[in-house]
């Protein structure tokens, strides 16, 4: 969903009989030059969404983006991200390709293991350079969130239950952020404003 000048949501998710739901959401900045673009919206089914497999049994789902060849169903994204699903088999270790105009993190959701050379600040503690350490590496488990430094690939050693994680990438927009509630922009004159338009009744205009 891109909101743009014309959308105001609410979520009421339900959840299991035991009001547990399992879901992730993602939300990118726009750019100043298109704050107030026309909205979108975009539903995609789970079988809309590719998935390779590689040699070693590392499995991929593409969400957004293009990922060893596959095209991920959402487009349209003023960030350009690269969305996907990883999941690493038991003990594997593998390196994943990330352009270096990029920023990435990854968001552990199932299993674990140790990424290397991630970035301050950390959720978790990774390794040092060297896979060779003789130390106690720490491991990244469910719920953990690391962010990467500029590189051209993210590399991680799967636990003994394998790992399952998010790995998102884009582009910085390199804008200040002004920022309350709903609403996102880059000043606080301008995020005034928006409010006082919203009070109004005249934010939305699409």
């Not at 509630?181 to 004159?189: A, K």
């Given at each position: 969903?891109?909101?743009?000048?014309?959308?105001?949501h609410?979520?009421?998710?339900?959840?299991?009989?035991?009001?547990?739901?399992?879901?992730?959401?993602?939300w990118?900045n726009?750019p100043a030059?298109?704050?107030?673009t026309?909205?979108r919206?975009?539903?995609?089914?789970?079988?809309?969404?590719?998935q390779?497999?590689?040699?070693?049994?590392?499995?991929?789902?593409?969400v957004?983006?293009?990922?060893?060849?596959?095209?991920?169903?959402?487009?349209?994204?003023?960030?350009?991200?690269?969305?996907?699903d990883?999941?690493?088999?038991?003990?594997?270790?593998?390196?994943?390709?990330?352009?270096?105009?990029?920023?990435?993190?990854?968001y552990?959701?199932?299993?674990?293991g140790?990424?290397?050379?991630?970035?301050?600040?950390l959720?978790?503690?990774?390794?040092p350079?060297?896979?060779?350490?003789?130390r106690?590496?720490?491991?990244?488990?469910?719920r953990?969130?690391?962010l990467f430094?500029?590189?051209?690939?993210?590399?991680?050693?799967?636990?003994?239950?394998?790992?399952?994680?998010?790995?998102?990438?884009?582009?910085?927009?390199?804008?200040p952020?002004?920022w309350y509630?709903?609403?996102?922009?880059?000043?606080?004159?301008q995020?005034?404003?928006?409010?006082?338009?919203?009070?109004r009744g005249?934010?939305?205009?699409?």
């Open positions: 969903m891109t909101a743009g000048s014309g959308i105001i609410q979520e009421m998710p339900k959840g299991d009989p035991a009001g547990r739901m399992h879901g992730f959401q993602l990118a726009l030059s298109l704050k107030m026309a909205p919206y975009q539903e995609v089914k789970s079988p809309d969404i590719p390779v497999t590689d040699d070693d049994g590392t499995h991929v789902r593409v957004c983006g293009n990922f060893w060849g596959a095209t991920g169903p959402v487009d349209g994204i003023a960030a350009d991200p690269i969305y996907l990883v999941s690493v088999p038991a003990g594997k270790r593998k390196a994943l390709p990330v352009d270096t105009t990029r920023h990435a993190f990854a552990v959701f199932a299993g674990s140790k990424f290397c050379n991630a970035s301050d600040p959720a978790v503690p990774t390794e350079v060297s896979w060779a350490d003789t106690p590496p720490a491991e990244a488990d469910n953990a969130l690391i430094d500029r590189g051209d690939e993210v590399m991680v050693q799967a636990g003994d239950d394998g790992i399952r994680f998010l790995l998102v990438s884009g582009r910085p927009l390199e804008e952020v002004a509630g709903p609403i996102v922009m880059n000043t606080q004159q995020l005034q404003q928006a409010f006082e338009e919203l009070e005249t934010f939305l205009r699409r």
